[in-house]
């Protein structure tokens, strides 16, 4: 699957402050798409519907569709999501977030790596995490047919029931006894990362 990035539109829609700075944050959302080749990671600023409402441990890459037009990131991204651990013993979970350049061949670096605190359930069958990440990222330069990939490296210290991490930008139930906005009013499956584009630039 190809995905074709928008452009950032006209400066006016941007707010004051983002312009007096020269600076515009992007809010994007993270989901799953598939179809017949199989399944894509997106990072997408549409509220749509995910295939997968959740993810489980494992390492996941997601991609923002090719841009048709340069882009200059620089600055702080912020990631919101939630997490959720479900075992009746005591297990710890860990998250880890990295950026990179794709220039439809060869993914570089930006930046360090974020790594998460340690999340435990302290003995509790189930706990509920809010994760804020802020992820400072060196000046990086995106030409025409660029991508933004960014690597979700989610693990456990052990087996369990349940680990998860929201990935609906419709904030749906992710069903059983995991992440149910519904019946858990604190409780969200949305993913947003917000990404900082110099504006004229």
């Known amino acids: 699957m190809v995905l074709i990035e928008g452009g950032q539109g006209a400066i006016a829609s941007y707010p004051y402050e983002d312009i007096e700075s020269g600076f515009g944050m992007v809010k994007y959302y993270l989901y799953s798409s598939e179809d017949a080749s ?38 702080t991204t912020i990631s919101n999501f939630c997490h959720k651990i479900f075992a009746y013993a005591e297990r710890t979970t860990n998250i880890n977030l990295t950026f990179y350049h794709y220039d439809g061949s060869t993914s570089t670096q930006i930046g360090d790596v974020w790594n998460s605190q340690d999340f435990t359930n302290g003995g509790n069958d189930q706990e509920t995490f809010y994760v804020n990440a802020f ?64 504006i004229n630039e």
């Open 135 to 198: 992820h400072n990222l060196p000046r990086t330069k995106f030409r025409v047919g660029d991508q933004l990939r960014v690597e979700l490296e989610f693990t456990t210290s052990g087996s369990g029931v349940l680990y998860q991490i929201g990935i609906d930008p419709m904030n749906r139930d992710a069903g059983g006894n995991g992440i149910n906005p519904s019946t858990d009013p604190t409780a969200f499956t949305t993913f947003t990362l917000q990404i900082p584009f110099r």
């Open 38 to 75: 199989g399944k894509d990671y997106v990072i997408g600023k549409e509220q749509n519907y995910s295939v997968d409402r959740k993810l489980d441990v494992g390492t996941y890459n997601f991609y923002t569709g090719i841009f048709n037009r340069p882009k200059v990131l620089e600055g």
